[in-house]
């Protein structure tokens, strides 16, 4: 299996010198093409700044960071942006969706920012509602919709141009047990599509359905295991 994360000795530093926080503390981490991975940890833990690492929304202070074998360590804002245009889609505890916005709005958007004409990002838009069941609520605002409609919305614009990591961070923890269950169910379908799935949670019933848990404490990952039991 190809690496396509690979982090080396990953230091992430904030106030430098005597009050310093080690946020990520030598930080070593490989996750294969197509894998299903989940990072666990508590509040505090680490978990979160190694997602904005993963995610290409931080710098570290010190270490690599390779992504398809490239490294984007020390790339700048701009170039930041483009590879998590191209390479990510991430999926939030919050949504984050425009309350002014349909849903077939919202999941389009993204796509006007990667230069995606008129006619491709509609129909790229519809079917990636359509994965997630949504055909039916494609004229619907947020708040005409559950929480767990509105994280399938979210799901929606994360996937809609297929990129090859998704990157989840709570992303069932708003929403009820069935709702959550319906989560999971999409995000498996998208892992057995071929897509990696690095999912950030707190919570170990969610991190045991992935096919492997990285266990984060204090800066440091702690475990790595496969999970033999998983679905």
């Not at 349909?102 to 990667?114: G, K, M, Q, W």
Request: proline residues 3%.
């Amino acid at each position: 299996m190809n690496a396509l994360v690979e982090i080396k000795d990953m230091s992430k530093i904030y106030n430098p010198g005597e009050n310093e926080v080690r946020a990520l503390d030598h930080v070593s981490l490989s996750i294969g093409e197509k894998e299903f991975v989940t990072i666990i940890g508590q509040s505090g833990s680490g978990k979160s700044t190694l997602m904005n690492m993963l995610g290409c929304l931080d710098t570290p202070t010190s270490g690599k960071y390779f992504l398809h074998g490239q490294d984007v360590s020390d790339l700048s804002d701009n170039e930041l942006s483009d590879i998590r245009n191209q390479e990510i889609g991430f999926i939030f505890q919050g949504f984050n969706l425009i309350a002014g916005l349909s849903a077939l709005e919202n999941v389009e958007l993204p796509l006007i920012y990667r230069g995606v004409g008129r006619s491709e990002r509609n129909r790229l838009a519809k079917e990636a509602l359509a994965k997630v069941g949504l055909s039916d609520r494609i004229t619907h605002k947020p708040s005409e919709m559950s929480g767990g409609q509105q994280q399938r919305v979210a799901i929606a614009r994360a996937i809609a141009q297929a990129p090859p990591i998704i990157l989840a961070d709570e992303p069932t923890g708003n929403l009820d047990s069935a709702s959550t269950k319906e989560i999971m169910q999409i995000l498996h379908s998208l892992h057995e599509e071929g897509r990696t799935i690095i999912l950030i949670t707190h919570d170990p019933e969610i991190a045991a359905e992935a096919k492997r848990v990285v266990k984060i404490m204090d800066g440091k990952i702690i475990s790595d295991l496969k999970n033999e039991e998983s679905v």
